[in-house]
């Protein structure tokens, strides 16, 4: 059973009685119930999840249309890193949304981090905006390790990265440049370019 | 009504083929109908499913990453194929995702729940299948793919297999037809030609007739060669009965010549006897006559008894020959058939015969008679001897009853005489009409014996029959017949062919 943060809960039965307002009492302490036993999705299934709630669930689902080499760092590590560099958007909608999946019989875990050398120990690095400084150099520092660099900072793309959430209206959309993850070994399946708003295949860096 | 039963054996045959093949095609035609749909639905459900996983593989990316213009780019491929009616793609929680329609203004029924534990569901409804598929992904459930499909390629399938069915079906009847038609020459044309055989002697009485052999060692040709085998036995008996039946015809014929020779020998000697001995008879009287009347009254009275005795002999001696001169002279006689009146015939009888119910009383009971083609002399003996005879066994009754009469037995006339005289035992009743037999004692009732034998010769040589009813002393009936054509009696009937 998934088993929610204090925090998580609280979330849930808070939103879950602002959903049921104006129904009745019963109704609430359901859904109440229902959350707390921990139905995954629940969340979506009652209102329009927040940005970064949707951007946690795209981190993680970039990973299923992702091959990592064989001989990557995730070979060595017993579980599937998802990390973070920099402050922490997604509050706890990425643990929430890692929590208890794996990925190639590896238990998917969240990471904050702050340094980009203990970015290769990731198998994703979601750059946060709070980077954007720095961002060339964390990229000279990942090299061509196989690390799937994503980021909402913008021309993340055509700066070496590889994913790049894009807003489009108040959908969330992105985009690939699967030049720079060839370098870094990857290949990203034609399902995820599909879906993509826009593909590069240049892995120049630059401004 | 049309009757298979009634129907020739060809037109039997060629029925009976096309009833045959007919009724196995038709089945045949059915079950593999039945079986093409079958399939066939199993099949177009089998491809939707696919249609529906391809589709569903194919958006998972789409649905994940929430792009529903992709899913509609996927989903637009179905227009390569026309029966699908709609595909919609639906997010787990039940949101639709993407959709795709054939006809744009039809909005498709909500989608059949699937139940839990399956991953695919259909419906046939209405001339169309709908199918739900879930759609996993790394054993999560991604998308739900909802798609209908017409039946139209099935019913066009129904359409070309009944006509399919319908053409061979037509075909193998004609084919049924036409080989019956073979059959025919082999089975049913000698079955026909032997049943006409069978008419042609059965109409014709004609045993000489034979069935057109055939050569088959089958059992038609067992038949046929069977029955010719019989007619050539019915011929060889016929031929051999016919054989028997002139040979003894002609036995009867000489027989018959031989028996009427001697016959007539026997009457003619018969009569020549008695005519004769009248001559030395007479003698005997007229001698014994004179001898009474010169010389009686010089003899003594012994000698007279003894005299008077002769005469007696002489006399009863001589109403004998002239008894069997008048039976000798029946057989000799031809008849002379004329329209008689029996009552006028009866009349002059009683007359003639007045003289002896001299002193009698006698109550005659005449009934009227019908007049009949016979020989009247000859009958008019057979009234006198009947009724002299009824007189003669009733004189000693106090009121003497005699009754003549008509009555119809069996279609023919019986004339009858009864009287309440000494009657007989009934137990020789066929002594009663035999030359010389008597049923009574001369002492009682005098006779020669021969009149009941004459009246029987008269009526046998009418073609008639005579016979008596009778009880001692309760009275004698006698009847006689005189028409041959008493049809169904058969003693009458054997009396009047093998008379005389």
């Known amino acids: 059973m998934k088993v929610l943060s204090p925090t998580d809960a609280l979330r849930c039965i808070r939103r879950c009685i602002s959903q049921s307002r104006g129904h009745r009492r019963g109704l609430a302490a359901v859904a109440v119930a229902w959350a707390l036993i921990g139905i995954p999705s629940v969340q979506g299934q009652h209102a329009k999840p927040s940005e970064y709630e949707v951007k946690a669930t795209y981190l993680y689902n970039f990973s299923r249309f992702v091959e990592w080499p064989a001989q990557g760092v995730q070979t060595h590590s017993d579980s599937f890193a998802i990390c973070v560099l920099g402050d922490n958007p997604f509050g706890p909608a990425l643990n929430a949304t890692v929590a208890q999946e794996t990925i190639s019989g590896k238990s998917v875990v969240a ?13 994703v690095l979601f750059i946060s905006s709070s980077e954007a400084k720095r961002l060339k150099e964390i990229l000279t520092s990942l090299g061509t390790a196989s690390v799937l660099t994503v980021s909402d900072l913008p021309k993340f793309t055509q700066h070496g990265g590889m994913v790049e959430f894009i807003l489009d209206g108040n959908k969330v959309r992105f985009e690939v440049n699967s030049a720079t993850a060839e370098r870094a070994g990857l290949t990203l399946s034609s399902e995820l370019l599909k879906v993509a708003v826009n593909v590069r295949r240049s892995a120049q860096f630059g401004d | 009504m049309f009757s298979l039963r009634d129907c020739s054996i060809p037109s039997k045959l060629t029925w009976m083929n096309m009833l045959v093949s007919g009724t196995a095609l038709l089945l045949a ?12 639905r199993v099949g177009t459900v089998r491809d939707l499913g696919i249609q529906a996983q391809i589709i569903g593989s194919n958006s998972i990316s789409a649905v994940l990453f929430d792009d529903s213009r992709s899913a509609e780019t996927t989903l637009s491929a179905l227009q390569a194929a026309p ?24 909005s498709p029924p909500p989608p059949p729940a699937i139940p839990v534990g399956q991953a695919e569901i259909y419906r046939f409804q209405s001339g169309q299948v709908a199918l739900v598929r879930s759609i996993t992904f790394h054993g999560k459930p991604v998308a739900t793919v909802y798609m209908r499909s017409d039946l139209g390629a099935m019913h066009a399938r129904e359409r070309d297999f009944a006509i399919i069915v319908a053409t061979v079906f037509l075909m193998s009847l004609l084919a049924a037809m036409w080989m019956s038609s073979s059959t025919r020459q082999s089975i049913a044309e000698p079955i026909v030609c032997l049943a006409q055989t069978a008419q042609i002697v059965l109409n014709e009485k004609n045993y000489s007739v034979r069935a057109p052999a055939n050569d088959g060692r089958n059992e038609i040709g067992l038949l046929i060669s069977t029955f010719n085998e019989m007619l050539a036995q019915i011929q060889e008996r016929d031929a051999a009965l016919g054989k028997a039946r002139d040979h003894l015809e002609q036995q009867v014929q000489e027989r018959t010549a031989q028996l009427n020779v001697a016959n007539a020998d026997l009457e003619a000697f018969s009569y020549s006897v008695s005519h004769d001995l009248r001559a030395p008879l007479r003698h005997i009287a007229g001698f014994s006559r004179i001898l009474s009347e010169e010389y009686g009254s010089k003899m003594e009275p012994e000698a007279q008894r003894h005299l008077n005795r002769i005469l007696d002999g002489v006399k009863k001696m001589s109403g004998l020959i002239e008894d069997l001169l008048k039976l000798a002279q029946i057989g000799r006689k031809e008849l002379v058939r004329v329209n008689t009146d029996l009552n006028s015939l009866l009349k002059d009888v009683v007359v003639d015969l007045q003289p002896e119910c001299r002193g009698r009383q006698i109550d005659w009971q005449i009934g009227n008679l019908s007049s009949v083609e016979c020989d009247a002399g000859l009958i008019k003996q057979v009234f006198a001897n009947l009724i002299s005879n009824a007189l003669k066994y009733s004189r000693r009754r106090e009121v003497t009853l005699i009754e003549v009469g008509q009555v119809e037995k069996d279609g023919a006339s019986v004339i009858f005489v009864r009287d309440n005289g000494a009657g007989f035992d009934e137990r020789y009743a066929d002594k009663l009409f035999g030359v010389f037999q008597r049923l009574h004692r001369a002492e009682d009732f005098e006779g020669t014996g021969v009149g009941l034998s004459t009246v029987q010769r008269i009526i046998k040589k009418h073609g008639g029959e005579i016979w008596a009813k009778g009880e001692v002393n309760k009275g004698a009936t006698f009847f006689f017949a005189l028409a041959a054509n008493r049809r ?13």
């Open chain 2, 83 to 106: 029966h699908v009616m709609s595909a919609e793609i639906y997010t787990p929680d039940g949101a639709a995702f993407a959709g795709y329609r054939r006809d744009r203004s039809e």
């Open chain 1, 111 to 123: 990471k904050e981090i702050s340094a980009p050398q203990d970015a290769v120990n990731c198998s």
């Open chain 2, 29 to 40: 035609g059915t079950g593999l109908f039945a079986y093409d749909l079958y399939s066939f």
């Open chain 2, 488 to 500: 169904g009696h058969a003693q009458t009937r054997k009396a009047a062919t093998g008379g005389y």
